[in-house]
């Protein structure tokens, strides 16, 4: 497919589970990008990639949240000791390069549910 | 820090009557703005976005936005809607060092009757 994948596209976890929400962004984006998504709320930035590096990882709650990009392609989020308050849809964007005139492709996000 | 503000949560319409969408930001430096769409079951998409120039902007689906600096807005208007128009709007900015980090607003419902 052309867009950004993300899997699985649901996922029901317990409270202190650990949990990893993959993204495949389309092929040749350099910068990604993963926001987090409350129920009635709009998205809120997570963490930024550039690379392989994380180049901007302010918006990570706290320490349980950690993400990677090791080859500079896919990228995984890792959630540590689940609670409910994690419950969200996590979005993954990217874009060619991390310029203004290049659009940020989303995908349809990771419906994440914790018990 | 920057932030955002859509003041209506949901704005119901009848199909082809105008709609306007209100954003408000609030920032300390220059910004760039954005507005995006959800449809159900969908990512977002990009319907527009004002980086510099002229200050009214037209986007795809017959969408344009106005940048007023003064009045710190870039409220999102289309002349008359449709049915296929029912998703749900997000504005956003970002400043200009800063990519496509985004700061969203809350939202707006937009619910087109027949």
């Known amino acids: 497919g052309a867009g950004v994948s993300q899997t699985p596209s649901n996922k029901v976890t317990e409270k202190g589970k650990y949990v990893e929400l993959r993204c495949d962004p389309i092929?040749?984006?350099?910068?990604l990008y993963w926001y987090r998504q409350s129920l009635g709320q709009g998205p809120e930035f997570l963490i930024y990639?550039?690379?392989?590096?994380?180049?901007?990882d302010s918006g990570l709650p706290n320490d349980r949240f950690f993400a990677v990009r090791p080859e500079g392609s896919v990228s995984t989020l890792k959630i540590q000791r689940t609670e409910r308050g994690d419950s969200a849809v996590y979005l993954c964007?990217?874009?060619?390069?991390?310029?203004?005139?290049?659009?940020?492709?989303f995908g349809q996000g990771t419906r994440l549910t914790v018990v | 820090a920057q932030s955002v503000t859509q003041l209506d949560s949901q704005v119901p319409v009848f199909e082809e009557a105008p709609v306007e969408l209100r954003c408000n930001y609030s920032s300390s430096v220059s910004v760039y703005l954005f507005w995006y769409v959800q449809y159900p079951n969908q990512g977002l998409q990009l319907l527009l976005k004002?980086?510099?120039?002229?200050?009214l902007v037209k986007g795809i689906n017959g969408f344009e936005a106005e940048f007023n600096k003064s009045q710190t807005s870039f409220h999102l208007r289309k002349p008359s809607v449709h049915i296929s128009d029912t998703a749900e709007y997000f504005c956003a900015v970002t400043l200009n060092n800063a990519g496509n980090m985004l700061t969203f607003g809350g939202g707006t419902r937009l619910m087109v009757k027949p």
């Open positions: 990639f550039q690379g392989t590096g994380a180049a901007d």
């Open positions: 964007a990217s874009s060619l390069t991390r310029g203004m005139n290049t659009e940020a492709f």
């Open positions: 004002y980086l510099s120039g002229s200050t």
């Open positions: 092929s040749g984006h350099t910068a």
